[in-house]
């Protein structure tokens, strides 16, 4: 059977007050329709009921009057849209705590988690492991609901305000924990703790088992129910791009399709899509993202073959809708050309691939500066350069059979990829004895999966033996280009920073760069170079019929941090070494433009994505620049009669050069999407 999530969809999420249960749903139903959206996610169960429910513990709507789900539901129905219920089991009532203290939070103080009178209830405790399917049993058999979608589904360790609350110390988690690992509960987050280790592990296979209960439970019962979790026990991959006013800076504003990559993939070929949150911030629900923002996060979902997820906090009938025309103008674009919108794989040669042991063992407290820059930098240094690449997910390299899928990759990019366990490092030394190839950087395979010190390199198709020693500090150093790089005629000095790792080289291993260890840079008169050395900057080597280029420093996080142009230069000249059949994309694009490419499965046609970044100046986003006169030259054996502009609604001439597709995007605004087709 066919289900609706399998057809390109485009959602509107109003998270609902519970005074907006009087909403009129005529007027509703009509505001969904004037967005061109086909699907409707609102509110049904968890902290408040928005239906007559008859459940003693299930906390009806003070404000209820007459059965809201009920004609919300009809008027939907009679124009064709579907409905997705809203359950949110993080937080019950008192009278509930009363009656079941046991289902609750306990911090270590012996109290429970109180949040504008709201008590958090544990994944641990009955609530969660029992009653929650009494409610999606009375709620998926009174209503015929399209989809259910799960709200702060997990371990909630802080409030809406930021206030941390520690492990939880019900008798559910001792218990279960207990059981599962012969210990007893952790009462402190210490990274360096094994007994924390396993409470990482234990809060992941928690989470797991009672997702795929859940799963389980409404397929078996209401099998044309579509289930939106963050999880493989899903039909629907659903995540969510927002603002933080206290965020870190700089602004990630690749965050979307991040996001998208991930989904895409992790989601191995089920529908996805990441709410696009209306709002700048969770202290401030009513204030307008602008439309510079929103069309850039929606764009980069499409670029990605994504469908469209529009959240707003209560109802359409918002004070601040300056964003409005943006997301109506997307999403009747996405209505007009939808048929282009399925069936979609992506043609990259490169896999980025992403390490949540390493975010969560080795990031430890800090995983944004231990980690997470590092795989940004490489993200921008990819999506900058305009290389088509995927996001991969390490877990799923365990699948079975996903060595295969690896095949369709030439090259796997792992930056600062420290936790790797045995079995995954076999995986991608096969991958490269096979002729694949890996540019790894910095810690990359020297941890454990739960973050301990190898002392080793766990990768044996890197060209270094042994590990010496890493030091920390090389403030003041530098590499230097001794070689005739492309790109470095005008300066043969890279800055080096943060760490490096010396190494012994394996036989035949060649370098390049050579570093040059911390120098004197005060006073003035001591600034010279006083020794330099023959350690590499890159090491090369050759294993199986596949090639590797470790680099021993930290080039991600260093352009992350800084956006040097050296570090790019450097990067793409190895990816270009790498890549055996040649860059895939050839372009006069600057930086600030996006590329993806797809193939429709059933057309066979390319689909082109170009996203336009030149409106986004760190946490500010404006209108994009246009960009006229784009130079296309596509890398492929593929053979194509017609190009066309989807967003410009119009054909352009296509011509060939050096047996390569070439085309030009006369303007660029937003974005814009090529067919490549067959005729």
Excluded at 193 to 219: G, M, Q, S
Excluded at 625 to 638: A, G, Q, S, V
Aim: proline residues 5%; glycine residues 6%; aromatic residues 14%.
């Amino acid at each position: 059977m066919t289900h609706w999530w399998n057809e390109p969809y485009r959602l509107i999420q109003t998270n609902l007050r519970e005074i907006d249960v009087a909403l009129n749903p005529k007027i509703l139903i009509k505001k969904v329709k004037d967005f061109d959206a086909n699907v409707l996610l609102i509110n049904v169960g968890g902290i408040e009921a928005f239906y007559p429910t008859e459940l003693e513990f299930h906390h009806r709507n003070i404000f209820l009057n007459g059965d809201m789900i009920r004609d919300v539901l009809e008027e939907a129905h009679t124009h064709d849209i579907k409905v997705v219920g809203r359950f949110d089991f993080s937080k019950s009532h008192r009278y509930v705590y009363e009656a079941h203290p046991d289902w609750f939070w306990l911090r270590t103080d012996g109290k429970p988690v109180v949040y504008n009178g709201l008590y958090h209830t544990c994944i641990n405790g009955g609530y969660y492991q029992e009653y929650i399917f009494k409610i999606l049993e009375e709620a998926l058999n009174k209503y015929q609901l399209d989809g259910v979608f799960f709200n702060m589904f997990g371990y909630q360790v802080y409030d809406y305000s930021g206030n941390y609350h520690g492990i939880c110390q019900c008798l559910g988690c001792k218990k279960r924990f207990k059981v599962m690992y012969g210990k007893e509960l952790p009462k402190v987050e210490d990274p360096d703790d094994p007994v924390y280790k396993d409470y990482i592990e234990f809060r992941h296979n928690t989470v797991e088992d009672l997702t795929k209960r859940v799963y389980e439970f409404i397929k078996s019962h209401w099998p044309n129910v579509g289930v939106m979790f963050n999880s493989k026990y899903s039909d629907i991959i659903r995540m969510e791009v927002n603002r933080a006013i206290d965020r870190p800076q700089p602004e990630w504003e690749h965050w979307s399709g991040e996001q998208a990559k991930y989904a895409r993939v992790f989601g191995k070929g089920k529908p996805f899509h990441s709410a696009v949150v209306y709002f700048i911030d969770i202290p401030y629900r009513f204030v307008s993202e602008s439309q510079g923002c929103l069309g850039l996060r929606f764009a980069q979902q499409l670029a990605e073959g994504g469908n469209l997820d529009f959240y707003v906090l209560g109802t359409l009938d918002q004070e601040d809708t300056k964003g409005y025309p943006i997301v109506k103008e997307i999403f009747r674009y996405h209505k007009k050309n939808e048929c282009y919108y399925k069936d979609l794989k992506s043609l990259a040669k490169i896999g980025l691939l992403f390490s949540e042991e390493t975010r969560e063992y080795y990031g430890k407290k800090n995983p944004l500066d231990r980690y997470i820059y590092s795989f940004r930098g490489a993200y921008r240094m990819l999506q900058e350069k305009h290389h088509p690449f995927d996001v991969i997910y390490s877990s799923l390299l365990k699948d079975e059979g996903f060595l295969d899928e690896l095949s369709k990759y030439e090259l796997i990019v792992m930056p600062n990829v420290a936790c790797i366990d045995n079995e995954i490092a076999d995986i991608l030394d096969k991958f490269v004895e096979r002729g694949g190839s890996i540019l790894a950087t910095d810690n990359t395979a020297l941890y454990t999966s739960k973050g301990d010190p190898r002392g080793e390199f766990a990768l044996k198709s890197l060209g270094v033996s042994a590990l010496n020693f890493i030091k920390e500090d090389m403030r003041s150093s530098y590499l230097r280009v001794e070689e005739d790089m492309e790109g470095f005629q005008d300066t043969r000095l890279i800055v080096l920073d943060e760490n490096y790792i010396y190494a012994s080289l394996k036989e035949g291993a060649e370098t390049s760069l050579r570093l040059i260890p911390p120098q004197r840079y005060g006073p003035p008169e001591k600034c010279y170079p006083d020794i330099e050395t023959s350690n590499p900057g890159i090491i090369w080597y050759e294993y199986g019929k596949g090639k590797t280029a470790y680099l021993p420093w930290r080039i991600d996080y260093l352009f992350y941090k800084h956006r040097l142009e050296e570090y790019s230069k450097v990067f793409n000249l190895i990816i270009e070494k790498l890549l055996r059949s040649g860059r895939q994309i050839i372009t006069d694009a600057p930086p600030q433009v996006g590329v993806t490419l797809y193939r429709q499965i059933s057309s066979r046609d390319y689909i082109i994505h170009l996203v336009n970044f030149s409106g986004n100046n760190n946490t500010a986003y404006y209108n994009p620049i246009p960009i006229f006169d784009i130079r296309l030259e596509i890398n492929t054996r593929d053979e194509f009669t017609s190009a066309v502009l989807l967003k410009m609604g119009r054909e352009i001439p296509l011509e060939s050069e050096n047996g390569n597709i070439v085309l030009t995007i006369p303007k660029l605004d937003l974005f814009e999407a090529v067919v490549l087709r067959k005729e």
